[in-house]
């Protein structure tokens, strides 16, 4: 197994450009979420999806925007990057149990302009 | 939300014991206590979890106070690899959402 990949590992945007962070995982699990650490802090819960065709927002989830039409993959998106958005981004996921253990991606590494 | 409360940071001799501790005095009784752990640039990992009793795996021990109000994080004997922050956190009846605070940073000194 691959577990949970993310791309790209590192991007640098402007401010107002949009760009769509890729998260997968190839273990089946049904729930997968999105973190963002900024430095120095624990990391923050920005959205989450209990399945194909599920969402619901986390702590942060202003100007972010998800999907999750299969399993396996769950999107990120940033519609107009803003210089607070310069973050790291971790995807996770994990069977729908809450003892269950979170796999977490290795990240991608986001700076906006 | 049921909160936990770590010490910044700790340090530790390589091959000692790590005791690290855990206060969550808010925890109801169907929380579980998980601990991950972060390696400098990595994503979190899971290192352990339970509920009510003591819990050993290949990385660590768990032990659980018997009230449940604090717990401890076991490392057998530390590695320089072992260096990282590490993360209490209760898995909250009803949610499947991990709730970070900021840990402790725990460094291993050769």
């Known amino acids: 197994n691959a577990g949970v990949t993310q791309t790209p590992k590192f991007q640098v945007l402007k401010t107002g450009q949009s760009m769509t962070l890729q998260c997968a995982q190839d273990?089946?699990?049904?729930?997968m979420s999105w973190y963002r650490q900024d430095p120095g802090m624990g990391l923050r819960l920005i959205h989450y999806?209990?399945?194909?065709?599920?969402?619901d927002q986390g702590e942060v989830p202003n100007g972010y925007n998800v999907s999750r039409s299969t399993t396996e993959d769950f999107p990120l998106r940033l519609l107009s990057a803003a210089p607070s958005q310069t973050s790291v981004y971790f995807c996770?996921?994990?069977?729908?149990?809450?003892?269950?253990?979170?796999?977490f991606g290795p990240g991608t590494r986001l700076l906006v302009l | 939300d049921a909160k936990t409360t770590q010490p910044n940071s700790m340090e530790s001799n390589e091959e000692e014991p790590v005791h690290l501790p855990c206060n969550h005095s808010t925890i109801s009784g169907t929380d579980y206590i998980h601990w991950y752990r972060q390696l400098p640039s990595q994503g979190p990992e899971y290192v352990i979890h339970g509920l009510t009793s003591n819990v050993n795996n290949r990385m660590a021990s768990l032990a659980i106070a018997e009230d449940r109000k604090s717990s401890t994080l076991i490392l057998h004997r530390a590695t320089l690899r072992d260096a990282a922050v590490y993360y209490c956190i209760l898995g909250v009846a009803g949610s499947y959402q991990l709730t970070f605070g900021k840990g402790t940073k725990l460094s291993v000194i050769p």
């Open positions: 273990m089946n699990h049904e729930y």
């Open positions: 999806s209990v399945g194909a065709g599920i969402t």
């Open positions: 996770a996921s994990s069977y729908w149990d809450k003892e269950e253990t979170q796999y």
